[in-house]
């Protein structure tokens, strides 16, 4: 009963922090020749942060933010992902023969998500970190490297460490990120088409806040950026695995090796060789 009660209070507290971005609404900030839109989904986020802090969680907070809670949460968030991925594949649909006409270079995007490897390894590994370095550098942190990570190392490794670090990360930061990113870039001089494309980095939140922006900012091509956008989201999430696992890793380890200058592997933890 109890436990019924926890989740009651959490959907209560959801809809209210919905219900108060959309009444904030999206708002636009000027900075010289940039605008950027921060939409209500980037202010539901900052809500929750700002009030899941220790100081904030108080009293009636406390019970919202409790184990219990946190944990039903990211267990079930897949649910909430469902109806947004069918959304995708009907946005999909009207655009199918222009996307087809330049789908070589859907095919192609893919090769960027070697970058994290290319650019964020060297970088990790100047920071100070090494396995974690793994986990945290393989991808984006997101669920398809989560799941590799946790299989390989298992999530109390150093690499476990560093992918969760991560997609910790991204949840909270990754979606406000974009949302400020695609119209500066907007404003750049980057096409609206190559910017909804490259919004389809493997994350659901992370696109729909990519997307939105470049809407709002250009709202009569709404039904390109959307096709392009999930088009990019839907082939990332199906050949971003085996990008990650046939290209991602054995690079990762080249790298790994020369600049660590070991000929060592990243040791698997015994239970998980036993397991193997």
């Known amino acids: 009963m109890e436990l019924k009660r926890n989740y009651v209070i959490l959907l209560v507290f959801t809809l209210i922090v919905i219900t108060a971005a959309e009444m904030i609404g999206t708002q636009s900030l000027s900075f010289g020749a940039f605008s950027v839109s921060l939409l209500p989904l980037a202010f539901a986020i900052l809500i929750t942060m700002i009030l899941g802090l220790p100081i904030a969680r108080k009293g009636f907070m406390k019970k919202i933010y409790s184990k219990v809670n946190v944990q039903f949460s990211s267990k079930y968030l897949i649910f909430i992902m469902l109806p947004l991925m069918a959304r995708y594949g009907a946005d999909v649909a009207p655009q199918l023969k222009e996307i087809l006409n330049v789908g070589w270079v859907f095919i192609a995007q893919e090769l960027g998500n070697l970058g994290t490897v290319l650019l964020g390894l060297p970088v990790a590994l100047l920071i100070g970190l090494r396995r ?145």
């Open 132 to 276: 974690e370095a793994i986990g945290a550098t393989l991808g984006l942190g997101r669920e398809g490297e989560l799941a590799y990570i946790s299989e390989k190392y298992t999530l109390e490794s150093k690499e476990g460490q560093g992918v969760l670090s991560l997609y910790i990360i991204g949840t909270l930061f990754g979606t406000i990120f974009f949302s400020l990113i695609a119209p500066i870039m907007l404003d750049v001089g980057f096409r609206v088409e190559a910017l909804a494309m490259a919004s389809g980095v493997g994350s659901a939140s992370m696109m729909t806040a990519s997307s939105a922006t470049l809407i709002e900012r250009v709202p009569e091509m709404e039904s390109t950026i959307l096709g392009y956008a999930a088009a990019s989201q839907l082939l990332t999430s199906f050949l971003g695995t085996f990008t990650m696992v046939f290209l991602a890793v054995p690079l990762q380890r080249f790298l790994y090796n020369k600049l660590t200058k070991t000929k060592k592997q990243p040791e698997v933890p015994a239970d998980v060789r036993a397991a193997e």
